[in-house]
């Protein structure tokens, strides 16, 4: 594997083969893989998470704050969840072209990743592909996902700052409250703000947060025309606020504790043998008196 000062002196240069390898090496699990990510000395940058509804307007929220910080000199990191389900195939094609600005920028370093890497639906790389970013000279780290399920709202809460994106669309609040969003989001968007129904629906998120005890002060509601670069320095501004409240409230403690448990889930579950568990749930299930706990009790 590449010496991650290799990788980071391509990434202050713009150059970003070496990078792009190494993530291709950690989403493989190739060998050697376990010890090098141990070697990482990641920075204290924190990870945003951008989710939302397909379609919402995720990618090119994110094509404009990436235009701001770019102009502020900063090097920046998209990593794109893809939904698996074919239902959303054309989602690769429209953030393809939604960020082709950025693409062959030298500041940027935009990449697309598979969402069901293993059992559980999470992307299983996800942390460790985060934590390199952090270990080789960005300063901004970008994870959008599209908030369709569980899982996909899992992944937006491994993120430091996580920003719900919605647009003003009957049935969107029901949508919201169904996939968990109300619970991640440290930041609400209101996208297609130029829609006549916008304010409405802003007074409903207003409300739905009130409803879960969820505190104005600290969760910011912000209106956003994402196509017409409207209200991106206010995102911006709000993404900074919580980075210093998280801060002061010392809640990265609580993203490394969801981390660590993904990680030890997911290393337990690499152990499992589960062609062997069918096997013997065959041979088990044949004789009478099954019984699940006895038998699982062979696993642990
Ligand atoms: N009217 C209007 N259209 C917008 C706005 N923002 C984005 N769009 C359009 O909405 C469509 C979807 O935008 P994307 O940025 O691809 O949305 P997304 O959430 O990344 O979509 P997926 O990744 O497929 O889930 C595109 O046609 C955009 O041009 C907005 O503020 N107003
Ligand atoms: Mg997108």
Redesign the pocket.
């Known amino acids: 594997m590449f010496a991650v000062t290799d990788i980071a002196k391509g990434v202050a240069e713009g150059n970003f083969l070496l990078l792009a390898k190494t993530i291709s090496q950690i989403e493989n699990k190739v060998e050697g893989v376990d010890v090098y990510l141990t070697n990482l000395v990641p920075k204290a940058i924190p990870i945003i998470g951008i989710t ?12 404009g704050l990436v235009g701001e910080w770019i102009a502020a000199g900063k090097k920046v990191a998209v990593l ?1 969840v893809d ?1 698996s389900s074919p239902f ?1 195939k ?2 690769i094609l ?2 393809r072209i ?1 960020m082709k600005d950025w693409y062959l920028h030298p500041q940027v370093f935009i990449r697309s990743l598979a969402s069901r890497g293993h059992l559980g639906g999470l992307n299983s790389s996800m942390i460790e592909l985060t934590t390199l970013l952090q270990s080789v000279g960005f300063d901004q780290i970008i994870v ?1 996902t ?1 908030g369709v399920g569980q899982s996909e709202v899992e992944v937006a809460s491994l993120a430091d700052t996580t920003v719900v ?1 919605l647009v003003p669309e009957a049935g969107d609040e029901v949508q919201m409250m169904k996939s968990g969003l109300m619970e991640v989001a440290d930041i609400f968007v209101v ?5 006549p129904d916008a304010q409405t629906f802003t007074n409903h998120i207003r409300q739905m947060m009130m409803e879960h005890g969820v505190s104005a002060d600290l969760v910011k509601v912000v209106a ?5 670069g ?1 209200g991106i320095n206010d995102l911006i501004q709000a993404i900074a606020s919580h980075q210093i409240a998280n801060n002061v409230l010392g809640n990265y403690k609580k993203i490394i504790f969801t981390k660590a448990i993904q990680l030890i889930v997911a290393h337990k579950m690499q152990q499992l043998d589960l062609k062997k568990l069918e096997q013997d749930i065959e041979a088990a299930t044949i004789s009478e008196g099954f019984n699940i706990f006895s038998f699982t009790q062979n696993y642990f």
Do not use: W
């Open positions: 939302g509804p397909p379609g919402a307007g995720k990618s090119t929220l994110i094509a794109l939904p959303h054309g989602a429209g953030d939604r959008e599209v994106v996208n297609k703000s130029d829609r956003t025309v994402a196509s017409q409207l």
